[in-house]
């Protein structure tokens, strides 16, 4: 089956597989299985995401690689499928560029967050960072956020070596709110952004779909 077709079909049950954000090439959609197993793959390689052995470091992941890894992956992915409502929701976006699934991208409301509230976080392959994706994807994501889904401040966070990562939080206009340690001894950093700090660096013409029906599942 065509995947937008699929999306399509399934957005009538989970009504995130209906959210589309495009710019300039770069789509953002809920990712179908065939596109978690491209996911996985990246997931999977040794460096695939950041230097061979940081991702528990970097990404808070385990350094597994291969098939342990891809699994990992997406059995956490299918976790996010869940109905929206108002108190919790998560819409995990595969980034789409050129035809190739290379990144996700994640906006979420938790159950202890503040009305208004969401968490961002994404991440690219490996060797599509560096050209100015990782920010344009963060753009994109904080255009449904504010633009649309009418959220009041936006949070993300990264471990203290991450550099790479902190540079696009930076860079998208978040300023660091705290610091907080973890149990393996990795400091993480965590930063937010409100809508005015946004609207400096907009994207334009960002195409935004399926916000309606989205927005009803949240207030039903």
């Known amino acids: 089956m065509d995947a937008d077709l699929l999306r399509s079909d399934?957005?009538?049950?989970?009504?995130?597989?209906?959210?589309?954000?495009?710019?300039?090439?770069t789509v953002l959609v809920a990712p179908t299985d065939e596109e978690l197993l491209e996911l996985a793959e990246i997931v999977g390689e040794p460096g695939g995401i950041v230097e061979p052995g940081r991702e528990g470091e970097l990404l808070g992941w385990p350094s597994d690689t291969g098939r342990d890894a891809a699994r990992r992956f997406v059995e956490w992915a299918w976790r996010l499928r869940e109905a929206p409502g108002a108190a919790r929701w998560?819409?995990?976006?595969?980034?789409?560029?050129?035809?190739?699934?290379?990144?996700?991208?994640?906006?979420?409301?938790?159950l202890d967050d503040p009305a208004g509230t969401v968490r961002t976080s994404s991440w690219l392959a490996r060797a599509d960072q560096g050209r100015g994706l990782g920010?344009?994807?963060?753009?994109?994501?904080?255009?449904?956020?504010?633009?649309?889904?009418?959220?009041?401040?936006?949070?993300?966070?990264?471990?203290?070596?991450?550099?790479?990562?902190?540079?696009?939080?930076?860079?998208?206009?978040?300023?660091?709110?705290?610091?907080?340690?973890?149990?393996?001894?990795?400091?993480?950093?965590?930063a937010a952004i409100t809508p005015a700090a946004w609207r400096k660096r907009r994207l334009t013409d960002v195409d935004v779909e399926g916000v309606d029906a989205f927005l009803a599942a949240l207030d039903g």
Not at 16 to 22: H, K, T
Not at 91 to 110: F, I, K, N, Q, S
Request: hydrophobic share 45%; charged share 20%.
């Open 10 to 25: 399934l957005a009538a049950l989970y009504p995130q597989f209906g959210l589309r954000v495009a710019h300039a090439g």
């Open 90 to 110: 998560r819409a995990p976006l595969a980034v789409l560029d050129g035809g190739r699934a290379l990144g996700l991208a994640v906006l979420a409301h938790e």
């Open 135 to 190: 920010r344009r994807v963060r753009l994109m994501l904080l255009e449904l956020a504010f633009g649309h889904l009418h959220a009041t401040r936006a949070v993300t966070g990264a471990a203290e070596g991450n550099g790479a990562s902190r540079r696009v939080t930076a860079r998208c206009g978040y300023r660091e709110t705290h610091r907080e340690t973890g149990a393996d001894g990795v400091v993480e950093v965590h």
